[in-house]
Structures are given as C-alpha cells and as structure tokens.
C-alpha cells in the first residue's frame, strides 16, 4: 500500500544517512537521557530553550519523574551528527551568558532609574 | 505580504480570540521557520534585549524586559519566589506565655514576620547545630507584661485606656547582638521591618517572654523566606484596530477598554478612534460583546515583551536583587 511504501521510504532514508558499521554507536551517543537532581521547571524549561535554540538539536525534551521529587529526566536527540552531550553543555552555557547578561542591563537601568529620580528631585529645588 | 505578515504575527504575538488563545507556544525554533535564522545568538539577543525600571519605591518594583522568552522570564520569577534568601525567625524558645495565643501559633507568627537584614551578611545554619554562632543566627528577645492602667477612668470601656501594654507590636522585639554582631551591624539596622504588626493582644496578669533565633533560609524550604510579596508578570498589550472606527462608535469603542487605552480624537469634525496607551488595559474582553466592534478589533500581546511587577516585604534591599541570577 502507498502507506507502507511511504513508510519504507522513511526508514530507507535514515539508513543511508549513517553508515553501516557505525549505526549502533551512532545511534547511542546522539541521543542521552540525563536526569538531573535539582529544581524542576526553573531550570528544565529555560535550559530546554536554550538547546532547542541550537541548530544541530533534532529533540529535547524535559519531564518531571513525580512531583514530589525535585529530579527532571532531559532528553537530547542530535541528528547523529553531535554527540548529545555538547548540547547539553553548549546549552547551560549559554544559559548562564543570558543570565549574566540580563543581570548587567538590569542594574544598569536600576542606575539610571535612581539618578533620573535624583536629578528630577533636585530639580524641583 | 499578506503570509509574512501572517508568519510575523505567528511568531511575535499571542492573539486573544473571542473562543480562544492563539499562538500561545514559542515556535521560533531553527528549522520551524524556512528564510528566518532563529539559531541562538548572543550578540543578536543582546543588541534586541532592554530593561526598563519603569517604577521602583520601597515596596515594589516595576520593570519591562523586552526581547527575552517566557521560558527564562519565568525561571526568574520562579528564583525569585523560591531561591532568593531571606533571614526568618526559626526556632521560638518560649520562657513564659500566659496569653491565649498558643505557643505553636505564636511561633507561627513571628516566622511570618519580615526581618531587615542582608542575608548576603550570614551564612546557613548547619544542619543539626541547635545553638547557632554569630554568623549563621540573629537574637531577639520579646518581653512584654500586661497590666492594668491605674489611671483609668472608673467608667472606661476602651481597651486603649484601661489596660498598658495589651497589644503585642514588632516594635517591642529587641535585638540581642552575638558575638562580634554588635561590631559589625550599627544600631536600628537589624530590627523587624514594620514596627506595627500585631502579633498577639493580652490582657492584666498576661505575660509573654520569648527568645527568638533567626537563620537564613529560601522560600522553597518555607513561603516565610520567599523575599518578594508577590512577584508576576503580563505581556505587553497590543490593540490594533482594522478599521477607522468613527463617531458613536468610536465612543461605545473606548468604553469596552480601560480608560486610557482608546482615545477619541475630533479630527475634522468627526470623533475618531485611536489606540493611546495599550499598555494599561487588562482585557476584560469587553468588547467580544458587542457584535459590530468584536470584528474591528484584533486584541493581541506582545510574545516577547515582559510587564514584570514585583512587590516585597521590605526584608532585602533592592540591590540584592542582583542575587538572583546565580
């Protein structure tokens, strides 16, 4: 049926984009399931962004084990080009730039707000 | 035109429907979009990020971030309610308290209490050390007797007059300095941050004397070190009319927002519409109830541009903030 046939297509096509001897490994370092001991969505959400940012990234995914654990499981999923855990890394860097950056602009505007209060006070005299 | 302004607002704008909410989900992924580079890039996020303090005072603080995504916009709120340290009262060693308050209850009130100190000073208490060291803990001391007032009238009925000392305030913890505490923090600055919360009412031959030890704590172990009263944030509004919208409809139009949002112009002798102040309007969706004007009106929010509001308990000072990031 043109369903199968399809279907063949698409499984075809992954073969013969990795080559044969290497398709076990392939397959086992493009992909990691880490699981995180830390607080759930603060950093699971916002790092998730951060690697699906990433060009080389096919998938990443995060979900909570239960609740009432503060564990996430991360998924990462490289096209078989990368090993997953760059992303990772390249992933919580980057984080950490966006925060220091954010830090900087904030105190910087937290300046500029106190001394154009002070000078409109000053102002009034 | 028509599909790339339709893709713009796929990407830029969460749109209120009359049935429903669209484009709620960030989508500006590599590879979603064909002809747009959305990789990560820091000069490119940096060149389009800005932070406004639109107003900060004592208690709270205003500010807009443009150009972030909600994933780390709400990473920071959630830090902020949950990881930024505070000092609370912990442990209540209670000497005597004859009031009707119980003791559990009692103790319960004066963690809630806000204590101005930087937390940034202390460090955490060991786990399983009882007594605590100067540099982990704060002493106060609260000692307060209730007696009757000799000078009352015979007939008085107010509570005010008739008895001394029968209402409890922060005003009457003192604090009792460790160590080299005394050094190192001047008089009046470690002190309960509003001197007039009630914490319990006596009445004659009614005692209460505590000792109270306050550690360094984050409002995820308990909501009383959770520094920020509350901490929220709205996507900025954006209001687009479809069409010029003329005379009494111009009017019936500016009563469906917050007043501010829509201003009705004279222009050449007709009153016209125009969106002023977006910023000010809370959607109340008034307007999907008027069956002409729900159809030139395209209620929308801006994705990527953050109205944040936070308001605290005065307990750590605003350039603490900056804490927060690591």
């Known amino acids: 049926t043109e369903e199968d046939q399809e279907l063949e297509r698409k499984i075809s096509g992954l073969k013969t984009s990795m080559t044969e001897g290497e398709r076990k490994t392939a397959w086992k370092w493009s992909r990691q399931l880490e699981q995180i001991d830390t607080e759930y969505h603060t950093l699971g959400n916002s790092l998730h962004y951060m690697i699906m940012k990433n060009p080389e990234v096919e998938f990443c995914g995060y979900t909570m084990t239960h609740p009432s654990d503060s564990k996430i499981n991360l998924r990462i999923q490289t096209g078989g080009t990368l090993p997953a855990v760059e992303p990772f890394q390249r992933g919580l860097n980057e984080l950490m730039n966006v925060c220091k950056h954010v830090l900087d602009r904030f105190e910087a505007s937290i300046k500029d707000y106190k001394d154009q209060k002070a000078s409109r006070n000053e102002s009034t005299f | ?326």
């Open chain 2, 1 to 326: 035109m028509a599909a790339s302004q339709a893709v713009e607002e796929m990407r830029g704008r969460v749109v209120l429907g009359e049935f429903g909410v669209r484009n709620v989900h960030t989508t500006d992924f590599p590879g979603n979009y064909s002809g747009y580079d959305d990789a990560w890039d820091q000069d490119r996020f940096e060149k389009n990020f800005r932070v406004d303090v639109v107003h900060m005072d004592e208690n709270s603080l205003e500010f807009d971030m443009v150009g972030i995504d909600a994933a780390i916009a709400n990473a920071f709120r959630r830090i902020l309610l949950a990881e930024v340290p505070t000092m609370a009262v912990e442990k209540v060693l209670v000497y005597n308290n004859t009031s009707i308050v119980q003791d559990e209850i009692l103790a319960h009130r004066l963690g809630l209490i806000p204590i101005h100190a930087d937390p940034r000073l202390f460090e955490y208490r060991n786990q399983g050390d009882e007594d605590g060291t100067e540099i982990d803990t704060l002493r106060f001391r609260l000692q307060v007797r209730c007696t009757r007032n000799p000078h009352a009238a015979k007939d008085s009925s107010d509570p005010n007059e008739l008895y001394v000392n029968h209402k409890v305030y922060t005003r009457h913890m003192t604090w009792i300095p460790l160590g080299n505490q005394a050094d190192l923090f001047p008089e009046g600055t470690i002190r309960p941050v509003h001197d007039d919360i009630l914490i319990a009412q006596l009445r004659p031959g009614q005692e209460i004397d505590l000792l109270m030890h306050c550690v360094k704590g984050i409002g995820k172990d308990h909501a009383k070190f959770s520094p920020v009263a509350t901490a929220s944030y709205r996507l900025l509004p954006d209001i687009t009319l479809l069409e010029p919208v003329e005379g009494e409809a111009a009017e019936e139009l500016s009563r469906c927002f917050s007043p501010g949002v829509i201003e009705v112009q004279e222009v050449q002798g007709k009153k016209v519409a125009r969106v002023a102040n977006p910023r000010l309007d809370t959607f109340s969706r008034e307007i999907f109830r008027h069956e002409k004007l729900k159809k030139v009106v395209r209620l929308a929010r801006v994705r990527d541009h953050y109205i944040c509001e936070f308001s605290w308990s005065g307990a750590v000072a605003h350039t603490c903030q900056g804490g927060w990031i690591t």
